[in-house]
């Protein structure tokens, strides 16, 4: 999903892709259109659920291009064949359960001087006259009302298609389409960023968090019961083990203490992005409000990106889990090996939207999951079933050819991983364990290319070490969300809706918990001063401050006085 449509995915209610919906012609009131509910994805079976759907739009007026789609009778059959006119008429006499009828008329829509039409074999003596012996067959009748069975190669939809179209004077309908936009003015250019294939890159992760959280999540209008528990223990895995920079990893951190400080078992999403999106302005926490992608950038905006982060991301928990076990001491998932396997099972199974991709982790994991007894066997298992992914997808259209995928690590990254065994290629698994140990080690982690906070808004910078980018020719898609507003419902428009009071009051408590005891809730925005960003809280510690400071000092003075006066009385003796 493009992070420009996470707004109108959140309004139609869309998790996963893809997803089907159906929107009746002419509907007035808002709705989220009705869901594709077919037995499966394939591409018949979608085709014929939108026939069907088409077939039964009966509500108001149907959608003018669209041709009547049901059968007509015998007596209608009769009228046509003493028609004489400017145009063709194909009858599709076909059985009641087919679509062959249906869809030929819906390939001739484009075409002119031809109607089409279907009818069923239920009479069969009608059949006989017309010297119709098997269904599906086409009955045509010319314009010069001359008219009789067609002869094809096969009695499939193509072959009738193709015939009609292919009659004298049936031609495409000159159609006037609208202007296409000047790509000149409305392209952006896509920066190429060098970097090592051999490292890490903090961007990377982080771009993945804040697409995990405030896009992917964000589809979701409210979490509860086993979604709500699924995010709660991939939180608390990401706080524990994330390697990344302080402020990220101090977000995460207020994240998996709020949620779980909930008493609730339902919570809007919508109080989660507060919190990730730092409303309360909390200094030291910070999470990129947009995309960077460095070791996971494509030769095309749509190609690698989330799920190459994502995969990075897993990848990195797996060894941090094994590196430092202590890490997940009270969490509950201390003495699991499959933790981290089992966390991010459920988050790919609850809420990664390629729902195909999700279905085939799962697969993988109810194969073998079960068998991982140590953390060094979940590194391995993930490495493992990454590779299958990969040789899956090799060749696939998702694949980018600047990146080709390969069984990982490749020679030139790890020599040692690769073996021989009598003339077949084989891994070294002890060294392809330490290589991973390495390679998604924190201190395998580069912040080059990394947003800074005062990066996150327009006209940001580039970030700390950031070498000179090369430019690429093809566009980037915008990341904004300025195309995304005019398909919103009237209601996504305004405001959020209100949270409730108990989220507002945990929330504030893990805040001010945060920055330490008698911390205060800033309510105000940032306000420079002096060419410095010091927020309301900042100018008011300022003003305390400056006045117990000199409070301090004029009771010192006042204290030294006295006394001084005092010694001067003591030791005074006057003269006798």
């Known amino acids: 999903m493009e992070e420009k449509n996470q707004a109108v995915c959140h309004d139609y209610d869309i998790h996963f892709y893809p997803t089907f919906r159906y929107f009746k012609a002419f509907t007035k009131e808002f709705t989220t259109g009705e869901n594709f509910k077919g037995p499966d994805r394939e591409l018949r079976t979608v085709r014929q659920t939108m026939i069907d759907f088409l077939q039964n739009h009966t509500e108001g007026r149907r959608p003018p291009a669209c041709p009547p789609l049901d059968p007509i009778q015998p007596s209608d059959v009769l009228s046509l064949l003493d028609h004489r006119g400017s145009h063709y008429v194909a009858i599709v006499f076909e059985s009641n359960s087919s679509y062959l009828g249906r869809e030929v008329i819906l390939d001739l829509i484009p075409y002119e001087s031809i109607v089409v039409v279907r009818a069923l074999d239920g009479d069969k003596a009608f059949l006989e006259r017309l010297g119709v012996s098997s269904v599906p067959s086409c009955y045509l009748i010319y314009p010069n009302g001359s008219h009789g069975l067609i002869n094809v ?3 499939l939809r193509a072959f009738f298609s193709s015939y009609l179209k292919s009659l004298p004077d049936v031609r495409k309908k000159s159609l006037s389409l609208p202007e296409k936009p000047n790509e000149e003015e409305n ?3 896509v920066v190429w960023r060098e970097f090592d294939k051999s490292k890490l890159y903090t961007a990377d992760l982080e771009s993945g968090l804040h697409y995990l959280l405030r896009v992917e999540l964000a589809a979701h209008k409210s979490l509860a019961g086993a979604e709500l528990k699924t995010l709660k223990d991939f939180v608390t895995v990401l706080a524990k083990l994330f390697p990344g920079r302080p402020p990220v990893r101090k977000l995460l951190e207020m994240l998996q203490e709020w949620l779980a400080s909930l008493p609730l078992d339902r919570i809007p999403y919508n109080a989660v992005l507060d919190l990730v999106n730092n409303k309360m302005r909390i200094s030291g926490i910070f999470l990129t409000n947009h995309i960077k992608w460095v070791g996971c950038q494509g030769s095309r905006a749509e190609l690698r990106g989330y799920p190459c982060s994502l995969w990075k991301l897993f990848h990195t928990l797996t060894v941090e889990a094994s590196t430092h076990p202590d890490a997940l001491v009270g969490t509950g998932f ?3 090996p499959q933790a981290v396997l089992q966390t991010m ?5 609850t809420f990664f939207g390629c729902k195909e991709c999700g279905e085939h982790f799962e697969e993988m994991a109810k194969e073998s999951m079960d068998s991982v007894k140590t953390p060094d066997q979940a590194i391995l298992w993930l490495w493992k079933k990454h590779n299958v992914v990969n040789g899956r997808l090799a060749g696939h259209l998702s694949e980018d050819p600047r990146f080709p995928k390969l069984q ?11 073996e021989e065994i009598k003339g077949l290629a084989s891994w070294d698994e002890g060294h392809v364990l330490t290589f991973l140990k390495q390679h998604y080690n924190r201190d395998n982690l580069l912040d080059t290319y990394s947003a800074d906070q005062a990066d996150s808004g327009e006209g940001r910078t580039l970030a700390r070490g950031e070498e000179e980018e ?6 980037e898609m915008p990341h904004g969300d300025r195309d995304a507003q005019s398909v919103r419902p009237p209601s996504a428009l305004g405001p959020r809706p209100a949270l409730p009071d108990s989220l507002h009051h945990s ?4 805040l001010q918990n945060l920055d330490g005891p008698g911390a205060h809730k800033e309510v105000g925005g940032a306000a420079p001063f002096l060419g410095v960003d010091f927020s309301s809280l900042d100018m008011s510690l300022c003003v305390v401050l400056y006045v117990a400071s000199s409070l301090f000092l004029m ?3 006042f204290f030294f006085r006295v006394r001084s006066r005092r010694w001067k009385v003591k030791h005074h003796h006057p003269a006798v």
């Open 153 to 155: 190669g096969k009695p």
């Open 334 to 336: 201390e003495d699991d």
């Open 507 to 510: 929330l504030d408590m893990k």
């Open 345 to 349: 099972r459920r988050y790919i199974h």
């Open 187 to 189: 392209s952006e250019v």
């Open 408 to 418: 990982w690590p490749t020679p030139d990254l790890c020599p040692a991983c690769h």
């Open 470 to 475: 090369k430019r690429l020719t093809p566009p």
């Open 555 to 557: 009771v010192m003075y």
